[in-house]
């Protein structure tokens, strides 16, 4: 009976530090981002997808949302965040990178149940009006082999 338990406990510990050893690269991951988006000093054209860059007055702030839309080509397993001013405490608006679920972009195809959506939205908050700063990575491909990365500066309704 003692066996039984020190297995079933060995079980529990394993089970839960690689839970926690996920949570850990997701966030290694997510930090790592976040640093090559703020030294990014190179931005791309889009070409490949529609970028939209809204504004609303929220009391003395204002909430922001990037829409990222009529895709052009196939984008599979999408990751994305949005740097407008956050600081150390805040978390910079992200998708694809702290959560399981992936994301993909079809033109002219939906099928939410297989992670297929017209469009992606990220949101945060910010002082005043301003440039914002995007990363978004993808697939060409189902089996994930040809990676995209693109670093996007986004203006206030434009795209």
């Not at 290694?28 to 809204?54: A, H, M, N, P």
């Amino acid at each position: 009976m003692k066996k039984v338990g020190m297995i079933l406990f060995i079980f529990m510990i394993l089970g839960c530090s690689s839970k926690q050893s996920l949570e850990s690269q997701q966030f290694e991951e997510y930090y790592q981002i976040r640093e090559q988006l703020l030294q990014q000093d190179e931005f791309e054209e889009i070409k490949d997808f529609s970028v939209t860059l809204v504004y609303n007055q929220v009391d003395n702030q204002y909430r922001y949302d990037i829409v990222i839309d009529y895709p052009q080509i196939d984008m599979y397993d999408i990751t994305a965040m949005v740097y407008a001013d956050e600081n150390e405490e805040e978390m910079c608006p992200s998708l694809g990178i702290l959560e399981d679920n992936q994301y993909h972009l079809k033109k002219g195809y939906v099928n939410k149940q297989e992670g297929f959506y017209k469009g992606i939205q990220l949101s945060g908050k910010t002082s005043q009006k301003k440039v914002v700063f995007l990363y978004v990575s993808y697939y060409l491909d189902e089996e994930l082999t040809q990676k995209i990365e693109k670093y996007i500066e986004v203006q206030d309704e434009i795209r």
